[in-house]
């Protein structure tokens, strides 16, 4: 402690002098304020979570195990798909899709995207969604992606689809 000139009286190191109010916080004693504050935290929480978009485990594994069912004939030794979904809000979900191919031929590769988009598109749990795939080597290398196929992107947009596939199995009455 220190002695304040002139005073008899030590003031305790932190203490400021003449602050007056600006140095003190405010304290919230009453009960019914507290209890209001309470109440409106528990609000805020609820609401949040509501507006929090659900936690969808294991979608681009389904998706995936879909597609994998709808195009058998493309699902050989030669060929594996990785499929993962991103959602967000107030956004088409996305399906983004890798196919690794070891075949040569450029025409099947061609081919074997167009089936894979048209899958993605017509899947049963998402819709509508946009479409981002390519099909690669073993080594990673990009082989085509979807403007080899026709779209103007890389990521094919809902209208895009529609306009060249026509409404999805999953919303026959969806209309860009």
């Not at 528990?42 to 709808?70: C, F, I, M, N, Y």
């Not at 998402?126 to 080594?139: G, H, K, N, Q």
Request: hydrophobic residues 35%.
């Amino acid at each position: 402690m220190r002695r304040r000139k002139g005073k008899g009286s030590p003031t305790p190191v932190n203490k400021g002098h003449g602050r007056g109010r600006r140095g003190r916080l405010p304290q919230i004693d009453n009960p019914v304020l507290i209890s209001v504050l309470t109440a409106g935290a528990r609000g805020v929480s609820a609401a949040l979570d509501v507006l929090k978009p659900p936690k969808r485990a294991g979608r681009g594994h389904r998706v995936q195990q879909w597609l994998t069912e709808r195009m058998p004939d493309m699902m050989g030794a030669h060929l594996s798909l990785d499929v993962r979904v991103h959602e967000g809000f107030g956004r088409s979900p996305l399906i983004d899709m890798r196919i690794v191919c070891d075949d040569d031929s450029e025409d099947q590769a061609r081919q074997q995207l167009e089936d894979a988009v048209r899958c993605a598109w017509d899947n049963p749990e998402l819709a509508p969604v946009a479409v981002r795939a390519c099909v690669t080597d073993s080594a990673g290398e990009v082989r085509c992606d979807v403007t080899s196929v026709g779209f103007s992107e890389e990521t094919a947009t809902p209208s895009a689809l529609y306009a060249r596939f026509g409404a999805p199995d999953a919303d026959p009455a969806w209309r860009p």
